[in-house]
Structures are given as structure tokens and as C-alpha cells.
């Protein structure tokens, strides 16, 4: 793991000429990479207290792992193209689009499952290559582009569906994996698990990985290292547009259907979510563990202010400022760390 | 211009006993100069020789030491106490090589952005900003319309509306001095004559020009007058129909000058590691050479010669136009760096934030950029072995970091550099092609990497560099190539190998058979 050697390496000894780390500086670090985290087990401590009966119970965890994993996965989704530099806004209709497609497949044209599968998650590719394309090999911005996708995708879903949702002929082997419990965690967290271990081992054990940080971090740089920049672009939203296939077939299992209008409820809160994570475990760099720390940070917060009676509008409102305190703060801790 | 006329040729600005001390240097020490109503003054020196502190002060940039005096528009003022509002109010103006324009607004807009637009209440009337720019574009003979965005137009014609700019208020032209700094420098060939003809018929108009440039051709060209600069002092003044490039050169350098015979066409090398032949691409018009095993060969030039992009072109980051590169007795057409890469060919960009780092990124991460695929072994990054490689790494270059895992960032200039330059030397490239090494750099890390380059080059490694410090050169290269407008203009080897003559040849303008 990375992190380990993290912590080794900041308190081992310095190289002659250079000061060793302060305590201080160390304490900082500390502060930035794992603030999220202590701010975690805080609000997990803190609603089992207050709500002894309802929070701290099994159901509830498993509530809230159930449902997030799709956002997880989708969050996952957004980092890539964000790692290399460009923002991806067709996540949350791509997602509306395959689930659809996958459960249109099954009950209307009663696809069998190993064939409806793929296809959701092959249009989730094809739509990532669309916008790889626009952005890598034509240069287009990547903000406009991809709100032009995702506003035709949109169109398409309501054009096909009516604005209904797909309710019924979903096969029972696949909504059982939706709400399923194995070994007393919900079908849908092992889904999550694989895809998070499987970019994690992406990004931080590949060459692919430490390439996309390159372009991310200097695109002119990259390309003089020998890195074609615009194909690993391109690769990076193909990677995307794949796993929000996958979390759309997920959505169908856990949902039963297809609803034409969830991506509007995805979006926004994986966007902040990834961005939310990129403050933590490794600050200043869009991270697996960071993005479902956050991810789960902010479910867990969200449920226990439900639970403790406050209204839905709080969750968008706790969610945004989570989002603001936590760039401030990793923005001005930084800052002070190179003060230092 | 009847008014212009009758003031021809008395003095529209004077400077006088300007010094200027910087902690360790004197940049500049006594100088006085005047400027006549509509000559074109140019105004010569070497790197260093104080012309940009001269122009800053000017300008009210920097201020000059006590006891300095700048006569215009009648009055004088303390050079100590000398600022861009006066500057502005004596009508000083400043263009500089790649003018602040904003390439996607209106040529009418980039008019009148600073100036202030013409309005009525809030609203801007268009009708009249347009018609103003109109008679600006006239009056300054720009090849453009008002509403076109400035991105399209020709360069000469976006340095004209950079002037235009800042001319537009000046009431005539008999006031003010237009200081026009290397504008011509990133311009191709025939944009420098249009520019050149232009400016010409604003002296004759009656404008003050001073210009600053290192083109001894277009010097002798269009100025009535010409001054130089060295090592801070004012080493003389001339009309310039009394001079040519022998004279300018001897006048910038304080000694006679022979035209020195060229050592050209080296003797072909039996297996030279690469050859050459009419290489082409953007500024590079046909550039011949061979290099052979363990060479440390240098390209002197000034801005604009093409000498960086000779390195681009063989890196296969910049498209060639014509040419043959033989590497290894192969043919070698690299499309994209990668192509250079597999060949072993490493290059150093001169602008290390904008080309080479990965700031954000770890030194142990900028260590391993080119070849981190190496550590990917049974599936996984291996990266204990990338971190053992990081260290070796940093204790060999002396790079000073406190973790490899520190972001690049937080590295002085001088250690960030030998990341980058390390990065590639620890692969042992063939060919290393570098452009501005020691840029930006301290003199002790400077040292060092000089120090890695000549190891590197007794290992048997050739190395093609670029700098502007042709002290640099003449330290460091066994030969040294002197490229002018595109081409290879003359050779030059110990023991005729030192920095002026890098100068005297770097500024010749006509390529000598």
C-alpha cells in the first residue's frame, strides 16, 4: 500500500541541507489526509449517541451501504476523466440511459441476463468513447461537450420512455442481488468492493494509472515524455463511461427497474463527493479510499440528520458544505504546510 | 507633417547619469542618452549588458539609483522617483516582443480595453468604437477591420495594433518615444519586413522610436541612429549610415573584429551516432550536421534563429517539413516524442513549468515519468523498487528533498531541474538533446549539472545543447554550431571557441560560404 510508506518516509531522515519535518508539519499532514476520516467515526459516534434507537442499528447500515453503492461506483466513474483534467457532466444521464436500456432489454424484449448485462454496460463504453472522442482527437472542452451529451442523452430517455419507469419483467435472479444480504452486508457492497479494488489497483498500481496523473498534472509535459496524451484521454472516459454501465445495471437490480429520471440524482452528489475525496487520505489528488470515505461520510451524515427528524432538503444543503469546509480547509492547510 | 519638421531633430527625451546597482552587480553605471524627435534609435548590447534595466527604468519598473536625471516634455525628473504614471504622462510607451493582446476579442476592443470604451451611461457605443478603431487602423497602416478578433490577424499586424494601442491618444505624433522591445523577434521572415516598413513611415511621420533588438541587419536597416551598451556602460553613439555589422559588433564588444574565417564542412565523420541533411520546420529553414558517439556539440543563436527548435524537431515534438535524420546509419522520421523515446533520444525543455515537471506530483513520480512502465512486473507496480531507484537517484544527482515523496513543487529551481535531468540520465539515452540547462538555476547547482553532463558525455553519451548564455557554450560544448534566420552560418572549435566570438558570429546576419 501506498500509505504506509507515507507515514515511514515523512518521519524518516531528512536529506542533508533540509530541515526535518516538524512535528508540526507532521501533525498537519496528518490533519489533512485523515481529517475526513476522524470527521467520519465523529458523526457516526455522535448520532449513536444522540439516537441510541434508530441510528446505531444494523438496518440502517445496512441501508445506507445498500444504497450507495451505485453512487460509489459512479462517483469511481468521475474521477478518471478528472484525474487527467476534464470534467465529465454525462455521468448522471449515462447512467439514466443504462439502466434503462438494460431493463428495457430485459422485460420488453426479454433479453436473458447475460445478454442484457453487457449490452448496458457496452452502451455505457460507447457513450465514453463519443465523448473521448469530442475531447481527446477533436479538442473539444470537455465541460461543454460533455453537457451537450448528456442533454441529448436526456432527450433520448424521455423520448423513449415517456418519462415512465420500467417497473415490471426484471428477472428475480437480478433484483434478488439488488436487495440481497450475503454474509450480512447487502449484495450491492461486494459489487462495490470489486470495482473500488479494481480502480484502486488502476490507478495507483498501473502504469495507466500514474499516466493519467501526468496528464493531469501537465498535458505538454506528458507528451514529452512520450505519453499520447490524447489516447489516454480518451481511455479515461471510456473507463468512466464503462463503470456508470455497471452502476446502471446495478441500479436496475437494486431498484427492480429503470426510472428515466435518476441521473439528475446522481450527478451533483458524485461530482462533490469526488471532490470531497480528492481532500483526503492522499490531498490534492483524486483518490479510491478518499472517494468512498466521502462518499459514506456524507450518506451516514445525511441519515442521521433524516433520522433525527430534519427534513430532506438537508441533505443537498449538508452535502454542499461539507464540500466548501472541506476544500477551505485542505486549501488553507496546504498552504500552511508550505509556509512552514 | 509641417509641425514634426520644424522640431526635427531636437531632443524629445534625455537620460543622464542613470546608475543602476542590484545586491552583487552594477547594471547599470552612468549612462546618458538622448533621443531626437522622429529618428529611430537603436539601442544594442549584449545579454546582461543593462539594455532591459535601461527600458524598466523608463518605464518606472525599477527605480535607478540616486542622482539620475530624465529630461521630457520639458521638464526633469529624479530617475530615483521615476514611475509608470509618469512615464505614461510624458507619453513613454512600451511594446514588447509578444504584445498583452487578447486574441479572441475585437480588433476595436483590444483598442479599447485599457483606454476605456466609448460609452453613453453604461452602454458602450459601438458605432463610434468602431469608427475610432477605423482611423486608428488607418493611421497606422494595419491590414485589418475593427470587428475582426485579433487571433486572425497576420503577427506584424497584431504587434501594430499593440502599437496603435498604445499610441492612440499621443496628439499628432511629435510626442512621446514608441520603445519598441525585440518586436520583431517572434515574427517570420516577410511579417519583419511589413512591420519594418511600417515603423519607417511612422519616423517619417515624426514619431520617436526606440528600438531594441538583436538583429544587426534590421538595425542597420531602418534606424537613423544607433547607441550600445556594455557591461552597463554607454560605449558609444552613431548615425548608423557610418556603420556595419564589423562596426556594430566591435562597437557592442569593445574590440576590433576580423571577420572570422568559418570552419565549415568538417571533415564528414566516419560513423557519426546522427547525421543531418536539410533538416526544416517552422523557423529551421535547412540545417545540416553530424554528431558523433560521446560529442558534446552546441547550437548558439539568438531569440528567433531557430536553434530550440532544432532540438524539437529531432525529439519529433515539432512537424518537419523537409530533411533527412540518419540516427545510427538508420533513417529515423520520429512523428512524436515516444518515436524518439524508443531510440533513446532524451530532451530538456528550456521552460521547465510549462514543458517538463509534473508539479504536483511526488519527485519520486517526476523521477520515473519516462520509464515507470519498467516497475510494472507480474501485474503490479513495484513500488519498492521505484523508491530504492528514486533514492539512488537523488543521492547521485545531489538532489535536495527531504522524501521522494515530496511534491515536486515544493523543490527549488535548481533541484527541480536535476529531477528533470536525472529523470532522463538514469536511462542512459543515446542522445540527449537540451535546451537552456542550467536556466533559471543558481550558480553552485549549475556547476553540478554541468558536471553530470560532461560525466555523461565521457560515458559515451553526445549531447546536443542549446543555451543563450554562450558562456555556457564555450565552457561546455567540443564544437559549437552558430545557426542565423534558420541555417547553420558558421562552426566554431577550441581554440577559437569562446563566448565573444560566439557573439560577433550569433549576430552576423548573411550566411558566409
Same mark, same amino acid.
Given at each position: 500500500?501506498?500509505?504506509?510508506?507515507? &507515514?515511514?518516509?515523512?518521519?524518516? /531522515?531528512?536529506?542533508? +541541507?533540509?530541515?526535518? !519535518?516538524?512535528?508540526? #508539519? =507532521? %501533525?498537519?499532514?496528518?490533519?489533512?489526509?485523515?481529517?475526513?476520516?476522524?470527521?467520519?467515526?465523529?458523526?457516526?459516534?455522535?448520532?449513536?449517541?444522540?439516537?441510541?434507537?434508530?441510528?446505531?442499528?444494523?438496518?440502517?447500515?445496512?441501508?445506507?451501504?445498500?444504497?450507495?453503492?451505485?453512487?460509489?461506483?459512479? &462517483?469511481?466513474?468521475?474521477?478518471? /476523466?478528472?484525474?487527467? +483534467?476534464?470534467?465529465? !457532466?454525462?455521468?448522471? #444521464? =449515462? %447512467?439514466?440511459?443504462?439502466?434503462?436500456?438494460?431493463?428495457?432489454?430485459?422485460?420488453?424484449?426479454?433479453?436473458?441476463?447475460?445478454?442484457?448485462?453487457?449490452?448496458?454496460?457496452?452502451?455505457?463504453?460507447?457513450?465514453?468513447?463519443?465523448?473521448?472522442?469530442?475531447?481527446?482527437?477533436?479538442?473539444?472542452?470537455?465541460?461543454?461537450?460533455?453537457?451537450?451529451?448528456?442533454?441529448?442523452?436526456?432527450?433520448?430517455?424521455?423520448?423513449?420512455?415517456?418519462?415512465?419507469?420500467?417497473?415490471?419483467?426484471?428477472?428475480?435472479?437480478?433484483?434478488?442481488?439488488?436487495?440481497?444480504?450475503?454474509?450480512?452486508?447487502?449484495?450491492?457492497?461486494?459489487?462495490?468492493?470489486?470495482?473500488?479494488?479494481?480502480?484502486?489497483?488502476?490507478?495507483?498500481?498501473?502504469?495507466?494509472?500514474?499516466?493519467?496523473?501526468?496528464?493531469?498534472?501537465?498535458?505538454?509535459?506528458?507528451?514529452?515524455?512520450?505519453?499520447?496524451?490524447?489516447?489516454?484521454?480518451?481511455?479515461?472516459?471510456?473507463?468512466?463511461?464503462?463503470?456508470?454501465?455497471?452502476?446502471?445495471?446495478?441500479?436496475?437490480?437494486?431498484?427492480?427497474?429503470?426510472?428515466?429520471?435518476?441521473?439528475?440524482?446522481?450527478?451533483?452528489?458524485?461530482?462533490?463527493?469526488?471532490?470531497?475525496?480528492?481532500?483526503?487520505?492522499?490531498?490534492?489528488?483524486?483518490?479510491?479510499?478518499?472517494?468512498?470515505?466521502?462518499?459514506?461520510?456524507?450518506?451516514?451524515?445525511?441519515?442521521?440528520?433524516?433520522?433525527?427528524?430534519?427534513?430532506?432538503?438537508?441533505?443537498?444543503?449538508?452535502?454542499?458544505?461539507?464540500?466548501?469546509?472541506?476544500?477551505?480547509?485542505?486549501?488553507?492547510?496546504?498552504?500552511?504546510?508550505?509556509?512552514? | 507633417?509641417?509641425?514634426?519638421?520644424?522640431?526635427?531633430?531636437?531632443?524629445?527625451?534625455?537620460?543622464?547619469?542613470?546608475?543602476?546597482?542590484?545586491?552583487?552587480?552594477?547594471?547599470?553605471?552612468?549612462?546618458?542618452?538622448?533621443?531626437?524627435?522622429?529618428?529611430?534609435?537603436?539601442?544594442?548590447?549584449?545579454?546582461?549588458?543593462?539594455?532591459?534595466?535601461?527600458?524598466?527604468?523608463?518605464?518606472?519598473?525599477?527605480?535607478?539609483?540616486?542622482?539620475?536625471?530624465?529630461?521630457?516634455?520639458?521638464?526633469?525628473?529624479?530617475?530615483?522617483?521615476?514611475?509608470?504614471?509618469?512615464?505614461?504622462?510624458?507619453?513613454?510607451?512600451?511594446?514588447?516582443?509578444?504584445?498583452?493582446?487578447?486574441?479572441?476579442?475585437?480588433?476595436?476592443?483590444?483598442?479599447?480595453?485599457?483606454?476605456?470604451?466609448?460609452?453613453?451611461?453604461?452602454?458602450?457605443?459601438?458605432?463610434?468604437?468602431?469608427?475610432?478603431?477605423?482611423?486608428?487602423?488607418?493611421?497606422?497602416?494595419?491590414?485589418?477591420?475593427?470587428?475582426?478578433?485579433?487571433?486572425?490577424?497576420?503577427?506584424?499586424?497584431?504587434?501594430?495594433?499593440?502599437?496603435?494601442?498604445?499610441?492612440?491618444?499621443?496628439?499628432?505624433?511629435?510626442?512621446?518615444?514608441?520603445?519598441?522591445?525585440?518586436?520583431?523577434?517572434?515574427?517570420?521572415?516577410?511579417?519583419?519586413?511589413?512591420?519594418?516598413?511600417?515603423?519607417?513611415?511612422?519616423?517619417?511621420?515624426?514619431?520617436?522610436?526606440?528600438?531594441?533588438?538583436?538583429?544587426?541587419?534590421?538595425?542597420?536597416?531602418?534606424?537613423?541612429?544607433?547607441?550600445?551598451?556594455?557591461?552597463?556602460?554607454?560605449?558609444?553613439?552613431?548615425?548608423?549610415?557610418?556603420?556595419?555589422?564589423?562596426?556594430?559588433?566591435?562597437?557592442?564588444?569593445?574590440?576590433?573584429?576580423?571577420?572570422?574565417?568559418?570552419?565549415?564542412?568538417?571533415?564528414?565523420?566516419?560513423?557519426?551516432?546522427?547525421?543531418?541533411?536539410?533538416?526544416?520546420?517552422?523557423?529551421?529553414?535547412?540545417?545540416?550536421?553530424?554528431?558523433?558517439?560521446?560529442?558534446?556539440?552546441?547550437?548558439?543563436?539568438?531569440?528567433?534563429?531557430?536553434?530550440?527548435?532544432?532540438?524539437?524537431?529531432?525529439?519529433?515534438?515539432?512537424?518537419?517539413?523537409?530533411?533527412?535524420?540518419?540516427?545510427?546509419?538508420?533513417?529515423?522520421?520520429?512523428?512524436?516524442?515516444?518515436?524518439?523515446?524508443?531510440?533513446?533520444?532524451?530532451?530538456?525543455?528550456?521552460?521547465?513549468?510549462?514543458?517538463?515537471?509534473?508539479?504536483?506530483?511526488?519527485?519520486?513520480?517526476?523521477?520515473?515519468?519516462?520509464?515507470?512502465?519498467?516497475?510494472?512486473?507480474?501485474?503490479?507496480?513495484?513500488?519498492?523498487?521505484?523508491?530504492?531507484?528514486?533514492?539512488?537517484?537523488?543521492?547521485?544527482?545531489?538532489?535536495?528533498?527531504?522524501?521522494?515523496?515530496?511534491?515536486?513543487?515544493?523543490?527549488?529551481?535548481?533541484?527541480?531541474?536535476?529531477?528533470?535531468?536525472?529523470?532522463?540520465?538514469?536511462?542512459?539515452?543515446?542522445?540527449?538533446?537540451?535546451?537552456?540547462?542550467?536556466?533559471?538555476?543558481?550558480?553552485?547547482?549549475?556547476?553540478?549539472?554541468?558536471?553530470?553532463?560532461?560525466?555523461?558525455?565521457?560515458?559515451?553519451?553526445?549531447?546536443?545543447?542549446?543555451?543563450?548564455?554562450?558562456?555556457?557554450?564555450?565552457?561546455?560544448?567540443?564544437?559549437?554550431?552558430?545557426?542565423?534566420?534558420?541555417?547553420?552560418?558558421?562552426?566554431?572549435?577550441?581554440?577559437?571557441?569562446?563566448?565573444?566570438?560566439?557573439?560577433?558570429?550569433?549576430?552576423?546576419?548573411?550566411?558566409?560560404?
Amino acid at each position: 500500500m501506498t500509505e504506509s510508506t507515507l &507515514t515511514t518516509d515523512n518521519s524518516g /531522515p531528512a536529506q542533508p +541541507g533540509r530541515p526535518a !519535518l516538524h512535528a508540526k #508539519s =507532521v %501533525l498537519f499532514i496528518a490533519l489533512q489526509r485523515y481529517g475526513l476520516l476522524v470527521l467520519f467515526v465523529l458523526s457516526v459516534i455522535g448520532f449513536s449517541l444522540y439516537l441510541p434507537e434508530s441510528f446505531p442499528t444494523v438496518l440502517n447500515f445496512r441501508n445506507i451501504a445498500g444504497n450507495q453503492a451505485v453512487l460509489a461506483i459512479v &462517483t469511481l466513474a468521475a474521477i478518471f /476523466p478528472l484525474i487527467c +483534467g476534464h470534467f465529465d !457532466l454525462s455521468i448522471g #444521464s =449515462v %447512467l439514466g440511459l443504462t439502466s434503462i436500456a438494460t431493463a428495457s432489454l430485459l422485460s420488453k424484449y426479454e433479453w436473458p441476463l447475460w445478454a442484457a448485462v453487457p449490452a448496458g454496460v457496452g452502451i455505457g463504453s460507447a457513450i465514453g468513447a463519443l465523448n473521448g472522442f469530442l475531447i481527446a482527437r477533436l479538442g473539444l472542452n470537455a465541460l461543454i461537450t460533455t453537457l451537450g451529451t448528456a442533454t441529448v442523452i436526456t432527450g433520448v430517455i424521455t423520448w423513449y420512455t415517456n418519462g415512465l419507469s420500467i417497473i415490471t419483467g426484471i428477472p428475480v435472479s437480478l433484483t434478488d442481488i439488488g436487495s440481497g444480504v450475503w454474509l450480512g452486508l447487502p449484495c450491492t457492497l461486494y459489487f462495490l468492493a470489486v470495482i473500488a479494488v479494481f480502480c484502486w489497483y488502476l490507478l495507483e498500481h498501473t502504469p495507466f494509472g500514474r499516466y493519467l496523473h501526468a496528464v493531469g498534472a501537465n498535458p505538454n509535459a506528458a507528451r514529452l515524455v512520450g505519453l499520447n496524451v490524447d489516447k489516454l484521454v480518451m481511455q479515461s472516459f471510456v473507463v468512466s463511461g464503462t463503470l456508470v454501465g455497471l452502476g446502471g445495471v446495478l441500479q436496475v437490480a437494486r431498484q427492480g427497474g429503470g426510472n428515466p429520471q435518476i441521473g439528475l440524482y446522481f450527478m451533483m452528489p458524485a461530482l462533490s463527493s469526488a471532490f470531497l475525496g480528492a481532500t483526503s487520505i492522499q490531498p490534492g489528488r483524486f483518490n479510491v479510499p478518499g472517494t468512498i470515505l466521502a462518499v459514506f461520510f456524507l450518506a451516514t451524515s445525511v441519515s442521521g440528520l433524516a433520522l433525527a427528524g430534519v427534513d430532506n432538503w438537508v441533505e443537498s444543503i449538508f452535502n454542499g458544505t461539507a464540500l466548501v469546509v472541506a476544500v477551505a480547509l485542505s486549501t488553507i492547510l496546504s498552504r500552511r504546510q508550505a509556509g512552514t | 507633417m509641417p509641425e514634426a519638421e520644424t522640431h526635427a531633430g531636437a531632443e524629445v527625451l534625455r537620460v543622464e547619469h542613470i546608475s543602476k546597482t542590484f545586491p552583487g552587480t552594477r547594471a547599470l553605471d552612468g549612462v546618458g542618452l538622448g533621443f531626437r524627435r522622429g529618428e529611430i534609435h537603436a539601442l544594442l548590447g549584449n545579454n546582461g549588458s543593462g539594455k532591459s534595466t535601461l527600458i524598466k527604468i523608463l518605464a518606472g519598473v525599477y527605480a535607478a539609483d540616486p542622482g539620475g536625471v530624465i529630461h521630457a516634455g520639458g521638464k526633469s525628473f529624479d530617475a530615483s522617483r521615476f514611475s509608470p504614471d509618469i512615464a505614461r504622462s510624458l507619453g513613454l510607451h512600451f511594446v514588447h516582443q509578444t504584445p498583452a493582446l487578447f486574441p479572441m476579442l475585437s480588433v476595436a476592443e483590444n483598442m479599447a480595453i485599457g483606454r476605456g470604451f466609448e460609452t453613453h451611461g453604461a452602454r458602450i457605443r459601438w458605432p463610434e468604437q468602431r469608427a475610432r478603431a477605423q482611423r486608428l487602423i488607418e493611421r497606422f497602416h494595419i491590414r485589418a477591420m475593427p470587428d475582426l478578433p485579433v487571433a486572425w490577424l497576420e503577427p506584424a499586424d497584431r504587434t501594430l495594433v499593440a502599437i496603435a494601442r498604445a499610441l492612440q491618444d499621443q496628439e499628432g505624433e511629435a510626442h512621446g518615444v514608441l520603445i519598441l522591445d525585440e518586436p520583431t523577434a517572434a515574427l517570420p521572415g516577410p511579417e519583419v519586413e511589413r512591420l519594418l516598413a511600417t515603423l519607417r513611415r511612422y519616423a517619417e511621420a515624426g514619431q520617436t522610436i526606440l528600438y531594441v533588438s538583436h538583429r544587426l541587419d534590421e538595425v542597420l536597416r531602418i534606424s537613423d541612429r544607433v547607441s550600445a551598451l556594455r557591461d552597463g556602460k554607454h560605449v558609444g553613439t552613431a548615425p548608423t549610415k557610418d556603420m556595419d555589422e564589423t562596426k556594430l559588433v566591435s562597437m557592442m564588444l569593445g574590440r576590433e573584429v576580423e571577420r572570422i574565417r568559418m570552419e565549415k564542412g568538417s571533415a564528414p565523420l566516419t560513423d557519426p551516432l546522427v547525421s543531418v541533411r536539410e533538416l526544416a520546420g517552422g523557423q529551421v529553414t535547412s540545417v545540416s550536421f553530424e554528431l558523433a558517439r560521446g560529442e558534446v556539440v552546441g547550437i548558439a543563436g539568438l531569440v528567433g534563429s531557430g536553434n530550440s527548435q532544432v532540438l524539437r524537431l529531432l525529439f519529433g515534438a515539432d512537424p518537419r517539413s523537409g530533411g533527412e535524420i540518419r540516427f545510427q546509419g538508420q533513417p529515423f522520421t520520429p512523428e512524436q516524442p515516444s518515436d524518439a523515446i524508443a531510440r533513446r533520444v532524451a530532451y530538456l525543455p528550456a521552460d521547465r513549468a510549462l514543458d517538463a515537471t509534473f508539479a504536483p506530483m511526488s519527485v519520486r513520480e517526476n523521477l520515473s515519468a519516462v520509464n515507470v512502465g519498467r516497475y510494472f512486473e507480474g501485474l503490479r507496480l513495484r513500488h519498492g523498487r521505484e523508491r530504492s531507484d528514486a533514492l539512488a537517484a537523488i543521492r547521485r544527482f545531489a538532489i535536495r528533498a527531504a522524501s521522494d515523496l515530496q511534491p515536486l513543487s515544493t523543490l527549488s529551481g535548481g533541484n527541480q531541474q536535476k529531477v528533470v535531468l536525472a529523470r532522463w540520465l538514469q536511462d542512459e539515452p543515446k542522445l540527449f538533446l537540451l535546451d537552456e540547462p542550467s536556466q533559471g538555476v543558481a550558480a553552485h547547482a549549475r556547476t553540478e549539472i554541468h558536471g553530470f553532463l560532461r560525466e555523461a558525455a565521457k560515458a559515451g553519451m553526445t549531447l546536443l545543447v542549446v543555451s543563450s548564455d554562450f558562456e555556457e557554450l564555450a565552457q561546455l560544448c567540443d564544437r559549437v554550431l552558430i545557426m542565423v534566420h534558420g541555417r547553420i552560418a558558421a562552426e566554431l572549435r577550441p581554440p577559437h571557441l569562446d563566448s565573444h566570438r560566439l557573439t560577433e558570429l550569433a549576430h552576423f546576419a548573411e550566411v558566409t560560404p
